[in-house]
C-alpha cells in the first residue's frame, strides 16, 4: 500500500486550504496584500522563490542538534552539508573568520554572543532605543536589560548623528566590559574603527548589530564591522533579502565559545530548513546582481529622502546612508501612528517610529520610519521614490482624506500591477 492510500497519507495529500480554510485564507489575504501595497517597513523584504522554496522544503522535517560532523541524531549527512556550505558562504560574503548560521533571530543571535562575551551584571554600553537602537542592545522590557547593567548613548542633538564623544565619555566612565553598536532606526553609516578604538582604550569587546545594513555590507557599500571588531551579528532577511533568521560572525579565537554558547547556551535543535534558506540567500548575495540591487537600494533611498525634503518634510539627521529615512512628522504636527494609518489606507505600508529625544510615547511617535529594501526588489527606482514621495505627502497633508486616500491606493495597485514579485496565484 503506498502512502497516498493510507489514511496519513490522505491527509498529506490535502492541500491548505483543504486542511484549514482559516489559515489558507489568512495567507491569502496577507499575499494579496504584498502584491498590492508598497511595503516601505525596513525591516522587510521579499525572499526569492529558491529561498521560500527552501523553507517550506522536507529540511523542515530534520532535527539536529549540535553542528556539522558533532550531532546529537543520526542521519544528518544531508543537513551537514547544507549548514556547511551556509558558514563558507557566509564566511566569504562579509570577509569574516568564522560564522554560526543558528540563531532563529536576531535577538537569539544577540543572545549569543552576550553569553560568550560577558557575565550577568556586567555593564555594556549600548545605543539608546528612541535614538535608534534595537530591544536586544539593553532595553529594560528586554533580557539584555534583565541581565546587565546598561548605560546608553545616543546621537547628537543638533546634527543627529551618532555622537562618538559621548560614548567615549561614557565609556571611560562606566567601563563596560562590552560596547555594543548598530541600530535599527539609524539611517548613517557607523564608524566601526573609531568604535574599537574606544573600546581598546579601556579594555573591551565590540559587538555590531548590522541586521538592517548586512546586505549593503555584503556588497561593499556600507562600511564592515567585520574588518575591525570581535563580534558581529545580523538577521538574514531585511536587506540581505533572505529567510527570516540570526546569524554571528567572530574572530576565529572566539568560535568555539560563540558555538557552545548558540547551542546549547541559548536554544536546542536548529531550524535546518531556514539555515538551508540562509545558504540560499548567502550565495544569491555572492552575485554581482546583488551589488546592482544594493545599489539601488540606497540610490531610491537617497531620491526618496530627497523628494520628501524638497516637498517640506524634516529627514532626520538630513539624508541617508542606507536603505532607511526617518522621516519627522511631528514638525508638522501630526503622529507617527496617524501616519501609520493614513498610509496604510493608500496602500502603502510604513510603520511609527521614535526620533531623538522624540517627545511622544514609542506607541504614538513623532516619527514615520521608511524602508526601501524591498520596492527595490520589485524592480522600482528612482522616478517611483518620486511618485511614492509625491504620494506620501498628499496623505500627511490631507491629514489622511479618505477620498483622497483611495485615489492613491488605486493609483498604488496599478504601479504594483507594473512591478510584480511573485507569481501571485495561491494553491
Known sequence: MSINDSLAGEAMARSLAEVDPEIHGAVHQE???????????????????????????????KYAEGYPGRRYYGGCEFVDEAETLAIERAKELFGAEHANVQPHSGTQANMGVYFSAIEPGDTILGMELPHGGHLSHGHKLNFSGHLYNVVSYGVNRDTELLDYDEMATKAEQHQPKLIVVGASAYPRTIDFARVQAIADGIGAKVMADIAHPAGLVAAGLFPNPCEHVDYVTSTTHKTLRGPRGGLVLCKEEHAKVVDRKVFPGAQGGPFMHLIAAKAVCFQEALSAGFRSYAAQVLANAKELA??????????????TDSHIVLVDVGTAGLTGKDGEAWLNDAGIVANKNTIPFDPNPPLITSGLRLGTAAVATRGMKEPQMDQIANWIHMVLDSGGDKQLCAAIRAEVDEVCKSFPIYDWRLN
Open 306 to 319: 530627497r523628494a520628501l525634503a524638497e516637498r517640506g518634510h524634516r529627514i532626520v539627521s538630513g539624508g
Open 31 to 61: 499575499t494579496e496584500k504584498q502584491a498590492t501595497k508598497l511595503v516601505l517597513i525596513a525591516s522587510e523584504n521579499y525572499a526569492s522563490e529558491a529561498v521560500l522554496s527552501t523553507c517550506s522544503s522536507v529540511m523542515s522535517n
